[in-house]
T-cell receptor
Framework: TQLLEQSPQFLSIQEGENLTVYCNSSSVFSSLQWYRQEPGEGPVLLVTVVTGGEVKKLKRLTFQFGDARKDSSLHITAAQPGDTGLYLCADHNFGNEKLTFGTGTRLTIIP | NAGVTQTPKFQVLKTGQSMTLQCAQDMNHNSMYWYRQDPGMGLRLIYYSASEGTTDKGEVPNGYNVSRLNKREFSLRLESAAPSQTSVYFC??????????????FGPGTRLLVL
């Protein structure tokens, strides 16, 4: 069974600071998705990365997929209170309907 | 478009009671899913339905049953609730076909407390 570990589990930083959160897998990802879940809501897809070494940017968010496709990172520049939420990584197995989710990083940005 | 809707939003049950969680989507999606979310454990798949008329077990199916009523609706039933089923339940849908870029769209969740 694939295990997706995310670190840190909790992170609380001041507005304007930079941060990085990580997702590591016990096996090679087929493709990796990052979701953000705001309090009281369901997760919302941020990005899908597929190729080893791939980097994608979404405004102040930078997503990187490891060369060996067993790890990924999410870097946020100049964090804002609106970035507060639970960040989840998920492996989307090609040809399979199912997603395997990581344990999540709960991020709090202090104004 | 409402997207994915879930009812009820909150529910308190006593041990042994039964209930059905309802989910509907208006995006004409083929695939639908039920997850539970517990602190520190991310989202775990309970059951999913790849198309109307089919259902399959996920990672944690014990104690649950599902019905894909039609293409729009996918319900989750707890026949005899246990305190271990206290959780937040999310329904999701996707176009289907297992494409690796596929997006799952989630409902707002049902918060269930079993006493």
């Amino acid at each position: 069974t694939q295990l997706l570990e995310q670190s840190p589990q909790f992170l609380s930083i001041q507005e304007g600071e930079n941060l990085t959160v990580y997702c590591n897998s016990s096996s090679v990802f087929s493709s990796l998705q990052w979701y953000r879940q705001e309090p009281g809501e369901g997760p919302v897809l941020l990005v899908t990365v597929v190729t080893g070494g791939e980097v994608k940017k979404l405004k102040r968010l930078t997503f990187q997929f490891g060369d060996a496709r067993k790890d990924s990172s999410l870097h946020i520049t100049a964090a804002q209170p609106g970035d507060t939420g639970l960040y989840l990584c998920a492996d989307h197995n090609f040809g399979n309907e199912k997603l395997t989710f990581g344990t999540g990083t709960r991020l709090t940005i202090i104004p | 478009n409402a997207g994915v809707t879930q009812t009820p939003k909150f529910q308190v049950l006593k041990t042994g009671q039964s209930m059905t969680l309802q989910c509907a989507q208006d995006m004409n999606h083929n695939s639908m899913y039920w997850y539970r979310q517990d602190p520190g454990m991310g989202l775990r798949l309970i059951y999913y339905s790849a198309s109307e008329g089919t259902t399959d077990k996920g990672e944690v199916p014990n104690g649950y049953n599902v019905s894909r009523l039609n293409k729009r609706e996918f319900s989750l039933r707890l026949e005899s609730a246990a305190p271990s089923q206290t959780s937040v339940y999310f329904c999701a849908s996707s176009e289907g076909g297992g494409k690796f870029w596929e997006t799952q769209y989630f409902g707002p969740g049902t918060r269930l407390l079993v006493l």
